[in-house]
T-cell receptor, first 113, second 113 residues
Framework: KAGVTQTPRYLIKTRGQQVTLSCSPI?????VSWYQQTPGQGLQFLFE???????NKGNFPGRFSGRQFSNSRSEMNVSTLELGDSALYLC????????????FGSGTRLTVV | AQSVTQLDSHVSVSEGTPVLLRCNYS??????LFWYVQHPNKGLQLLLK??????LVKGINGFEAEFKKSETSFHLTKPSAHMSDAAEYFCVVSPFNAGKSTFGDGTTLTVKP
């Protein structure tokens, strides 16, 4: 059974650019969540999607957006990149998170220069 | 409202000695509780979960945790630490009302030879 796949694994972008990260959940998982992880702030929740609808949202500016497709794959987009957006972005999928928890991908390491 | 407090940001043990990572939570509802482990430059892996069944929960790699409602705690233990246990550990609370999960700040476990 394939795990959660995040692409790309590494990314270097210039300040002011925009970026799109992709997440393919485990087959059958309808919930996808995104997290930002930095040494200073730890794990910060970005948003959660369930069956193409945003179910929960964290406290991030509008530059951060996401969506989920009918096949449960999800993308997140960050526009007008800032140096502080450099982080590991983690995607997690779940069949029923209250009962089974999440399965995480390996993350996308974004560096903004 | 819910919150998670991991009481120690760093724990250091010698190989072969017991491990105790402490987690307290608060929740308006009966929550599900989880422990995840993250090795350097990797995603998070589910260690174990409590979902209102047995209060003593066994997980992978010899870890276990006990849910104590009266103390609102969910401490993670292992009888004998191994070098490969060195990692960061996260305690997570997930409500049953589809609200977002809350992650603790993490505890870094160091295992000395």
């Amino acid at each position: 059974k394939a795990g959660v796949t995040q692409t790309p694994r590494y990314l270097i972008k210039t300040r002011g650019q925009q970026v799109t990260l992709s997440c393919s959940p485990i087959s059958g998982h309808r919930s996808v969540s995104w997290y930002q992880q930095t040494p200073g702030q730890g794990l910060q929740f970005l948003f959660e999607y369930f069956s193409e609808t945003q179910r929960n949202k964290g406290n991030f500016p509008g530059r951060f957006s996401g969506r989920q497709f009918s096949n449960s794959r999800s993308e997140m987009n960050v526009s007008t990149l800032e140096l502080g957006d450099s982080a590991l972005y983690l995607c997690a999928s779940s069949q029923d998170r209250e009962r089974f928890g999440y399965t995480f991908g390996s993350g996308t390491r974004l560096t903004v220069v | 409202a819910q919150s998670v407090t991991q009481l120690d940001s760093h724990v250091s043990v010698s190989e072969g000695t017991p491990v105790l990572l402490r987690c307290n939570y608060s929740s308006s509802y009966s929550p599900s509780l989880f422990w995840y482990v993250q090795h350097p430059n990797k995603g998070l892996q589910l260690l174990l979960k409590y979902t209102s069944a047995a209060t003593l929960v066994k997980g992978i790699n010899g870890f276990e945790a006990e849910f104590k409602k009266s103390e609102t705690s969910f401490h993670l233990t292992k009888p004998s630490a191994h070098m490969s246990d060195a990692a960061e550990y996260f305690c997570v609370v997930s409500p049953f009302n589809a609200g977002k999960s809350t992650f603790g700040d993490g505890t870094t476990l160091t295992v000395k030879p």
